[in-house]
């Protein structure tokens, strides 16, 4: 090191520093000065690379994709609501101003955002808020196709409840099916009734007519059943999760809450059968949520859509899985077990929030019971995709799937098609596939509980 550099820096060593910086000094000591005086805080600048937003009932994300992991502050602020986030080091670049293009006049909880230069090297964005919220903001690393991400998770105060929004389309009639309650009735305790004014005797009629008439047999793949039969649809992937992509650019998250929606509204139209979607628009669930969405309800079922993929584009047919405490059934049950649990890496969950009633939950993974119930399931809701689609495999597999981990729901997964043969992606995309997929679903579904119809409950749903 020269005498000029250890008279200008004597507390660095020539061990110290960058090698290159260095090097650009000796050379020239004049930039080497000037390039070695300059502060931290005015390192290059980071550029955005993509920002996303995804309204839903349940919250509202925002993605801000970056080149390198970004410095941030924030707070709220209240009358009226917002919420205040400082970027540090962030260029203002075309593509974060674009950012309050996003938000619709639909979104539940942003009325709209600002974006813009605070102070030297801070980008400050200020979301105003339509009510108050409980924010969630974290920073995933670079994975898949995603770089950097900056997430903004914004919860309502009070946490929409499953349980709720369904109570709310119970009709009357489903209400008098098994002693259902509705939502006038949830907090209401049983009350004693008067009885009916008794009618004076009259000598009995022996007419035909008046014989009483014995309830009618029910087809054998009509459920017997005394009370509502609830089902939870899960429409695998979602906002930040794409899922596979096929050949021609489809997302098998559109096409999962595609079939789901047809599967929820021809459950719905069976008398004695209901349906809860664990998301009814393009938005992300953390697997562990959409198990307790499930359970929430008190479900008797979980039935997950996907639309399957394989490195061959030849691969080809429908599939059902369900969960396995011994292994998986085959190497491609593995494979696509692995492969369906790396949802939350891709999606991006909040790591820092722990859930102990879920930890509970997933822990327990002695299922006999329920996974005996969920080969049953399957079975019948195979034999049925048979009729219109070839079979992947002609028997139920098994892998240890997270999602369904419901220790006391029997719960399928069920693959539509491949969605990486150009051919089965076709027919994912088509309406009239979507619809006898739905239908051959619901047909298994009432063989199943036809043969093993639920026991009664004294309530809807329960708390644990």
Do not use: C
């Given at each position: 090191m020269s005498g000029t550099f250890r008279r200008a820096f004597p507390q660095l060593s020539p061990s110290q520093g960058n090698p290159l910086t260095r090097r650009r000094f000796l050379g020239s000591a004049g930039v080497g000065l000037l390039l070695l005086v300059s502060r931290p805080g005015q390192a290059a600048q980071t550029s955005m690379l993509a920002v996303r937003v995804w309204p839903a009932r349940d919250y509202t994300r925002i993605t801000l994709e970056s080149r390198d992991p970004v410095v941030f502050t924030h707070q709220s602020?209240?009358?009226?609501?917002?919420?205040?986030?400082?970027?540090?080091?962030?260029?203002?670049?075309?593509?974060?101003?674009?950012?309050?293009?996003?938000?619709?006049?639909?979104?539940?909880?942003?009325?709209?955002?600002?974006?813009?230069?605070?102070?030297?090297?801070?980008?400050?964005?200020?979301?105003?808020?339509?009510?108050?919220v409980s924010p969630q903001i974290f920073t995933l690393k670079p994975v898949g196709e995603y770089g950097h991400r900056l997430v903004l998770d914004l919860y309502p105060v009070e946490p929409v409840d499953p349980l709720l929004a369904l109570l709310e389309k119970i009709t009357p009639e489903e209400a008098a099916v098994g002693g259902?309650?509705?939502?006038?009735?949830?907090?209401?305790?049983?009350?004693?009734?008067?009885?009916?004014?008794r009618k004076p005797d009259l000598p009995p009629r022996e007419t035909a007519a008046e014989t009483p008439a014995r309830p009618a047999k029910p087809a054998d793949d009509e459920p017997s059943v005394s009370r509502l039969i609830t089902i939870t649809i899960d429409p695998g992937h979602?906002?930040?999760?794409?899922?596979?992509?096929?050949?021609?650019?489809?997302?098998?998250?559109?096409?999962?809450?595609?079939?789901?929606?047809?599967?929820?509204?021809?459950?719905?139209?069976?008398?004695?059968?209901?349906?809860?979607?664990?998301?009814?628009?393009?938005?992300?669930?953390?697997?562990?949520q959409r198990v307790a969405k499930a359970r929430r309800v008190q479900a008797d079922l979980f039935v997950s859509i996907h639309a399957d993929a394989f490195i061959s584009p030849s691969a080809r047919g429908s599939s059902v899985f369900v969960l396995s405490d011994k292994g998986a059934s085959s190497t491609a049950a593995r494979?696509?077990?692995?492969?369906?649990?790396?949802?939350?890496?891709?999606?991006?969950v909040n790591l820092g929030v722990k859930d102990s009633h879920l930890a509970r939950t997933l822990l327990d993974l002695s299922q006999t019971a329920a996974i005996n119930d969920s080969l049953k399931v399957g079975k019948a809701?195979?034999?049925?995709?048979?009729?219109?689609?070839?079979?992947?495999?002609?028997?139920?597999?098994?892998?240890?799937?997270?999602?369904?981990?419901a220790p006391d729901i029997p719960s399928i997964l069920v693959e539509t098609a491949f969605i990486s043969n150009p051919e089965e992606e076709a027919r994912l995309n088509d309406e009239a596939y979507q619809d006898r997929m739905a239908e051959a679903i619901v047909r298994g579904l009432k063989r199943y509980f036809a043969k093993n119809p639920p026991m009664a409950k004294s309530k809807l749903a329960r708390l644990d």
């Open positions: 602020v209240h009358n009226p609501e917002r919420l205040v986030v400082d970027l540090e080091g962030v260029e203002l670049n075309d593509i974060l101003q674009t950012l309050p293009t996003k938000i619709t006049g639909q979104d539940p909880y942003i009325q709209l955002i600002r974006a813009g230069r605070n102070r030297p090297g801070v980008v400050r964005l200020v979301i105003e808020l339509k009510t108050e259902a309650i509705t939502p006038q009735r949830a907090e209401e305790k049983p009350r004693k009734t008067a009885e009916a004014p979602g906002g930040e999760d794409p899922g596979a992509v096929g050949a021609a650019g489809s997302f098998e998250k559109h096409v999962t809450l595609s079939v789901g929606r047809r599967l929820k509204a021809r459950i719905d139209a069976e008398p004695n059968m209901r349906a809860m979607l664990t998301r009814d628009a393009d938005y992300f669930v953390p697997l562990q494979w696509l077990a692995q492969k369906e649990n790396a949802a939350d890496l891709i999606g991006g809701v195979l034999g049925e995709l048979g009729g219109i689609n070839r079979l992947h495999k002609g028997e139920v597999e098994q892998a240890s799937f997270a999602v369904l981990k």
